[in-house]
């Protein structure tokens, strides 16, 4: 069956290919996936048309927003759903021996084909509730899906809201690159993180393997052990560069290096601040140089920052300059980056005033050393002049948050509403095949979130509707939409006729969640204490919901 799918989108050039990471197979599910699907099986229930929500209940990082992705992994997976004879075996021998060979056969011929995937579009703002994928299809199959949907949707979504709410706080100007691979949760853990860290907002990675996958632009410099692994100028060889143009060539950049260490001491501006700096981390510029003319960028904390960092990657730039190189800049990866950082400014400041170099003043700052969200709201108060921010650990391990918590419910089956119950009134379930649809006011701000019934009338623009909460009686408004989107679009519709919504370049769906973060309302946005975004239903289905929790919760005896 599969492969009659895959032909369908080949016949119109629309080939969905496998899974990025290979360990995502049909596989990658927990065992009572496979226990309920043989039990449906075995009730001859395992075709009953069912319907499953995929959602969250709370906002991660203690904000009221959250981006949603994962999606084209998803719909990745659901495309090439399909177990090989090794699989099948492997299933066997994990189950019971009572499983009949009935059940193996099923599995041998299960694919996709008769699965619907509704979805909110990847890189969207999304909110608690609301699905953010629906699942259609025969009941055994949907399940088998539950557990690695669930896994690709949760860390993409988690870790791409955590590199929006850096962005929010480092503001649109600052570049923002991550620097997480070494100290993410393994090799998978670490292209996710780098996917969606560019998707949530940043700019570049460090990771080579993700740059190369999802073609995402890649920066780096040294570490502190080329700058250590030289003992003096002298180890360097080659000390030829030929200018930028190719019109001349300098025979010995080294001397042309000193020189400017020499006109520093010498200055009237630059006297005093520092004495001899350290010759080893000297060598080590003027290699790195040497080898990187148009992308020299040092890291200048090895030995001290003011007294030799600073001063040795400025006599390099200078060399370079004279040759018509440009610098790219600094990195500081230690001490106080708002002290550093201002002061590395002045001197850079100083030394175009004294030595009459355009633009040298402006030479990029970049920081690192385990950064967070905190941090950079930090420098800000503190007022700073870093133009970079390298962050890691904090950012792809989601170090303030462990997970996003999704869940996958069933809301129907043979057309037949259902609800999950809970003394926790967050862990009650929204019944039935639901539409989503998010309202604008005046200003061009979202407003609210609503799900109606699948038969209910699409809200109209300037026609008044009735929003309320899905569990608090007194909570509700009406709202009169400016302009009103519907959430939930077709982007896999099995062996149906139905259009599908294309799946769009990562540097599109990044472009996406961008936009749609300006668009919200700042109150939302803010780190402390932002406002609840609204997420509300019809009140046709509010009343549903209460009948459907009345009929199905047991009613109590008092003796």
Not at 58 to 82: D, H, M, Q, S
Not at 511 to 533: A, V
Request: net charge neutral; hydrophobic share 40%; with cysteine.
């Amino acid at each position: 069956m599969v492969e009659k799918v895959i032909a369908k989108w080949n016949c119109s050039g629309r080939v969905v290919e496998g899974p990025t990471n290979p360990m995502v197979t049909p596989l990658l599910t927990d065992l009572y996936q496979f226990t309920m699907a043989y039990a449906y099986w075995k009730a001859n229930k395992h075709q009953e048309r069912a319907v499953f929500d995929l959602y969250f209940r709370k906002n991660p990082f203690g904000g009221e927003y959250t981006v949603f992705a994962g999606l084209e992994e998803c719909i990745r997976l659901i495309a090439n759903f399909k177990f090989t004879e090794d699989e099948i075996s492997f299933i066997r021998e994990s189950l019971p021996g009572s499983c009949e060979d009935g059940f193996f056969d099923y599995l041998r011929g299960l694919d996709c084909s008769e699965v619907e995937v509704y979805a909110i579009a990847e890189g969207t703002v999304v909110f608690p509730k609301v699905p953010l994928l629906r699942i259609e299809g025969p009941i055994a199959v949907a399940q088998l899906l539950e557990t690695p949907l669930v896994n690709l949707v949760n860390f993409a979504s988690l870790v791409a809201t955590n590199a929006a709410r850096h962005r929010f706080v480092a503001g649109k100007s600052k570049q923002l690159l991550e620097f997480g691979l070494r100290r993410a949760q393994g090799p998978d853990g670490g292209i996710s993180a780098s996917k969606y860290c560019y998707l949530g907002g940043f700019d570049a990675t460090s990771n080579v393997a993700a740059g190369r996958l999802f073609g995402i632009p890649l920066r780096g410099t040294h570490s502190h052990a080329f700058v250590s692994s030289y003992m003096s100028p002298d180890e360097i060889i080659d000390k030829s560069l030929q200018s930028a143009d190719g019109s001349s060539s300098c025979e010995d950049f080294v001397s042309l290096v000193q020189t400017w260490i020499n006109k520093f001491q010498w200055s009237n501006s630059l006297r005093g601040i520092f004495g001899e700096t350290n010759q080893s981390e000297l060598a080590a510029f003027t290699s790195y140089a040497l080898a990187f003319p148009r992308n020299f960028l040092a890291l200048v904390d090895t030995y001290d920052v003011m007294r030799s960092g600073i001063p040795n990657f400025c006599a390099v730039a200078l060399a370079l300059n004279d040759l018509g190189y440009k610098a790219v800049g600094i990195r500081l990866d230690s001490g106080d980056l708002a002290y550093l950082s201002c002061e590395a400014r002045k001197f850079f400041s100083a030394i175009e005033k004294e030595f009459g170099v355009p633009g040298f003043g402006k030479t990029g700052i970049t920081a690192s050393n385990d950064l967070n969200e905190e941090t950079l709201d930090a420098l800000n108060k503190q007022g700073h002049e870093v133009d970079s921010y390298g962050i890691g650990t904090y950012l792809v391990t989601c170090y303030a948050q462990a997970a996003l918590g999704c869940v996958f419910k069933l809301v129907e089956i043979n057309n037949q509403p259902r609800i999950k119950l809970s003394e926790d009134v967050s862990k009650v379930s929204i019944p039935c095949k639901k539409r989503s649809y998010r309202l604008y006011g005046r200003e061009g701000y979202p407003l609210v979130d609503i799900m109606t019934g699948g038969n209910e009338p699409s809200p109209k623009v300037g026609e008044r509707i009735l929003c309320r909460h899905p569990f608090n009686e007194s909570k509700r408004a009406y709202v009169v939409p400016q302009q009103v989107e519907e959430l939930l679009k077709c982007y896999w519709p099995g062996s149906s006729d139905k259009p599908r919504e294309d799946l769009p370049p990562l540097k599109d769906i990044r472009d996406r969640c961008i936009k749609q973060l300006e668009r919200m309302r700042p109150d939302h946005m803010r780190r402390l204490n932002p406002t609840p975004y609204k997420v509300s239903v019809s009140a046709k289905l509010y009343d549903f919901i209460h009948f459907l929790w009345l009929n199905e919760a047991p009613v109590g005896e008092l003796q």
